[in-house]
T-cell receptor, first 119, second 112 residues
Framework: GAVVSQHPSRVICKSGTSVKIECRSLDFQATTMFWYRQFPKQSLMLMAT?????????EQGVEKDKFLINHASLTLSTLTVTSAHPEDSSFYICSGTSGRSTNRGDTQYFGPGTRLTVL | AQSVAQPEDQVNVAEGNPLTVKCTYSVSGNPYLFWYVQYPNRGLQFLLK??????LVKGSYGFEAEFNKSQTSFHLKKPSALVSDSALYFCAVREKGDKIIFGKGTRLHILP
C-alpha cells in the first residue's frame, strides 16, 4: 500500500508556543489530505480536509485560526497548532488519497501519527 | 445522516479460532465501507473496502468482510486468529459528500 509519513512522531512544547506537524506522501501524489485528532481510547475525529492548492475545509467546531493547514504540494501537507494549550494535547493523524475529496471510494492512507503534549 | 456502529468495545478470541468484529451502518444511499486496523501509537492501516460487486470482500492479512444489505452490516472476519492480530479495529462508512465516518473502534485480543 501507499506510504504516508509524519514528522515529528512525538513533540512536547510549552503552552503558548506553536508546533508544526508535517505529513508527506512518499510514493503517491496526495491530491487530498485529511487531518484527524484522536483522543485516548476514542475514534478519529476529522478536523479538516484539504485539496492540493485549495484552502482547507474545516469541520464544525474546529478553529481554523488555531489549526493552520497548508497543502501546497501533492506530497506535503502541514498542520500548525498555534498558541498551543494543554487541551490541545492529543494524537494527530494525517491521511492522503490520490483522488479528489469527492471520490468517496478512494482508500485513505494514514500516517503513523504525531503525539503532541503541551505542558 | 450516515453513521456507523461497532457494538463491541472489546473482543477476546483464542489463537487459532475464527474471529468476527461486528459493524453496522446507517446510510440513505449506497454505502462505501472500509475496515482499518490500528496498532499502538500508530496510524491506521487499510485492510479492505466494499464499493460494489461481490458481497464478500477479501483484504490484507487474511481478513475478509461480508456486506449484508438487508442487515446493514459489514462484519470483519478471519478464519484463524493470530496473536499478532491483536489491535484496534475501525469500521468506516462514506456516503455523500467528502467525509468518512469512523466507528468508535473494537479492541481485539487474541489469547495465546
Amino acid at each position: 500500500g501507499a506510504v504516508v509519513s509524519q514528522h515529528p512522531s512525538r513533540v512536547i512544547c510549552k503552552s503558548g508556543t506553536s508546533v508544526k506537524i508535517e505529513c508527506r506522501s512518499l510514493d503517491f501524489q496526495a491530491t487530498t489530505m485529511f487531518w484527524y485528532r484522536q483522543f485516548p481510547k476514542q475514534s478519529l475525529m476529522l478536523m479538516a480536509t484539504s485539496n492540493e492548492g485549495s484552502k482547507a475545509t474545516y469541520e464544525q467546531g474546529v478553529e481554523k485560526d488555531k489549526f493552520l493547514i497548508n497543502h501546497a504540494s501533492l506530497t506535503l501537507s502541514t498542520l500548525t497548532v498555534t498558541s498551543a494549550h494543554p487541551e490541545d494535547s492529543s494524537f494527530y493523524i494525517c491521511s492522503g488519497t490520490s483522488g479528489r475529496s469527492t471520490n468517496r471510494g478512494d482508500t485513505q492512507y494514514f500516517g503513523p501519527g504525531t503525539r503532541l503534549t503541551v505542558l | 445522516a450516515q453513521s456507523v456502529a461497532q457494538p463491541e468495545d472489546q473482543v477476546n478470541v483464542a489463537e487459532g479460532n475464527p474471529l468476527t468484529v461486528k459493524c453496522t451502518y446507517s446510510v440513505s444511499g449506497n454505502p462505501y465501507l472500509f475496515w482499518y486496523v490500528q496498532y499502538p501509537n500508530r496510524g491506521l492501516q487499510f485492510l479492505l473496502k466494499y464499493i460494489t460487486g461481490d458481497n464478500l470482500v477479501k483484504g490484507s492479512y487474511g481478513f475478509e468482510a461480508e456486506f449484508n444489505k438487508s442487515q446493514t452490516s459489514f462484519h470483519l472476519k478471519k478464519p484463524s486468529a493470530l496473536v499478532s492480530d491483536s489491535a484496534l479495529y475501525f469500521c468506516a462508512v462514506r456516503e455523500k459528500g467528502d467525509k468518512i465516518i469512523f466507528g468508535k473502534g473494537t479492541r481485539l485480543h487474541i489469547l495465546p
